[in-house]
């Protein structure tokens, strides 16, 4: 059974600061995701990474990922109260069916 | 717009109502999904379907049905609800990346 384990599961962080979302899972997977959710809000697909090695960046968010360690990052550079939210990282393995696993999500909390 | 699309937004049901929540996309998305979010756990698959006319089990199935009789359209079904089924569910399809409904808040009291 595939399991996929976040931490922290919640971050206080000041404005400005660096921090890092950590994300392990189980079993080889074919691809990672990465999502943010407001309150209330669905999901709002931020990264997708495909291969060892994969490292994909939008503002002040960068997500890696090591096939090997079975481990995705999702690095916060900077950050800013807008950040302020709940990000999850999802598993797909494709077999017979294509699904995701999701962890439990760590919920950020920027301050000023 | 494309994209998922969840009716209702909100419900209240009480203990043993029925009721079937609706999801239709517009992507020709083969592979639909109804996953349920609760506080802490983040999202669990609740069933999925690969095609028309086919469901599967996912991680958390009990208490629920689903039916998948046209390709754009996926219900889920509570035949007797319980409090345990309060929960946000969310609605998902997938062609090379998964595209999530708004979500229905469903409260049973």
């Known amino acids: 059974e595939l399991k996929v384990e976040q931490n922290p599961l919640f971050l206080s962080m000041q404005e400005g600061k660096n921090y890092t979302i950590y994300c392990n899972y189980s079993?080889?997977?074919?691809?990672l995701y990465w999502y943010r959710q407001d309150p209330g809000k669905s999901l709002e697909s931020l990264f997708v990474l495909l291969s060892n090695g994969a490292v994909k960046q939008e503002g002040r968010l960068m997500a890696s990922l090591d096939t090997k360690a079975r481990l995705s990052t999702l690095h916060i550079t900077a950050a800013v109260h807008d950040l302020s939210a709940t990000y999850f990282c999802a598993v797909d393995i494709t077999g017979t069916a294509s699904k995701l696993t999701f962890g439990t999500g760590t919920r950020l909390q920027v301050t000023l | 717009n494309a994209g998922v699309t969840q009716t209702p937004k909100f419900r209240v049901l009480k203990t043993g109502q029925s009721m079937t929540l609706l999801c239709a996309q517009d992507?020709?998305?083969?592979?639909m999904y109804w996953y349920r979010q609760d506080p802490g756990m983040g999202l669990r698959l609740i069933h999925y379907?690969?095609?028309?006319?086919?469901?599967a089990k996912g991680e958390v199935p009990d208490g629920y049905n689903v039916s998948r009789l046209k390709k754009q359209n996926f219900l889920l079904g509570l035949e007797s609800a319980a409090p345990s089924q309060t929960s946000v569910y969310f609605c998902?399809?997938?062609?090379?990346?998964?595209?999530f409904g708004s979500g229905t808040r469903l409260t049973v009291v």
């Open positions: 998902a399809s997938s062609g090379f990346g998964y595209t």
């Open positions: 079993t080889t997977s074919d691809r």
């Open positions: 992507m020709n998305h083969e592979y």
């Open positions: 379907s690969v095609g028309e006319g086919t469901t």
